[in-house]
Structure formats: C-alpha cells, structure tokens
C-alpha cells in the first residue's frame, strides 16, 4: 500500500497541497496587511491631514498679529530716535526686527503645512478649515494683544460659527464619499 501511494504522487501531491496552503496563506496576509496599510493611511488623512490646515491657519495669524506689532513697535522705536535727535540706538530696532523674523518664521510654517495638507486633503477641503482656523484664530489674538471689542459682537461670532460649520460639513461631505469609494472597491474585489 505504501507502494501504491507513492506511485500516485503521495509525496509530492503532500507537497503540492503545502504549496497551495503557503499561497492561501499568502493571499489571506496579503489581503489583511492591505487592510491594516488602508487602515493607518486613512487615519493619517483623517486626524493628522485635518491637524496641517488648522497650524496653516494658525499661522497665518500669528504672522499678521507679529507684524501688527513690529509696526507698532517700529513707530515708537523712530518716535524714540526722533525725540533723542538721532538715528537712535540699535536697540531700539532690535524688537522690531525680531518680530519681524518671527513673521517670516510663522510664514514659512504656515506655508509648508499648507502644503501639506493640500497633499493629503482636497484642495477645498484644506482651503476652508485654513480659513476657519485663521479666522478663529485671529480674533483671539486680537482680543488678547489688542484689545479689539469687535470679535465679541454676536454678529463676528455668528459669522465664525458659519464658517466652523462650513467646515465641518465639507469635511464630513467628503469622508462620507471615500467611504463609498472603500465600499465600492471592496465589493468589486
């Protein structure tokens, strides 16, 4: 009987029964390491693509409340040396130098993680939570360094919720059409 199953192919239909369990196996974590990879990408373009617009926004800002600044600070350093009769000192322009290398520095940022988001976001997608960070943003800079009324009126604040909406509901438009287009290509595979 030995005889007889090795003559049909006993070891080497073992064999090929292996070889078709390892490709099973391959296929099955293939199949699953394109899930996890799928899983991992999507929560990069969720939760951290969403984090580049908002330090965009922020950014933007900051840069117009720096330069805010440095103006406000540059006319005082030139009230100073015009008071003392002089050019002045180079002190007197070092604060308004330094805010205005912090304006390049926040600009930088700002458009590199722009850039960034517009990698991993739709272009209106990324547009529109930049513009509602910014605009969050700069009203609390304006309330906080300058004291600006203004951004507590209902109105200011009616608009910015329009805006944080406007946001909220382009994002969510467009997660619900990648979960379409996951649903369709799992179905069609």
């Avoid at 984090?51 to 009230?79: I, K």
């Amino acid at each position: 009987e030995w005889r007889r199953g090795w003559q049909r192919g006993g070891p080497q239909r073992r064999q090929r029964q292996r070889g078709r369990a390892r490709v099973d196996l391959g296929a099955s974590l293939a199949l699953n390491l394109d899930r996890e990879i799928e899983m991992v990408a999507t929560l990069r373009r969720g939760l951290g693509a969403r984090a580049f617009p908002v330090l965009a926004g922020a950014m933007g800002a900051l840069g117009g409340a720096l330069m805010r600044l440095a103006g406000t600070a540059g006319r005082e350093a030139s009230a100073l040396s015009e008071a003392e009769g002089s050019f002045g000192s180079l002190r007197t322009y070092i604060a308004p130098a330094s805010l205005i290398a912090g304006y390049c520095v926040s600009q930088v940022v700002m458009f590199s993680a722009h850039n960034r988001a517009l990698i991993h976001l739709p272009l209106l997608q990324a547009t529109v939570v930049n513009l509602a960070a910014n605009t969050l943003c700069s009203g609390a800079l304006g309330l906080a360094l300058f004291e600006e009324s203004h951004v507590l009126t209902a109105r200011w604040l009616l608009g910015c919720a329009l805006v944080v909406a406007g946001a909220w509901l382009i994002g969510r438009s467009f997660e619900q059409g990648q979960q379409k287009e996951r649903e369709e290509k799992h179905k069609a595979t």
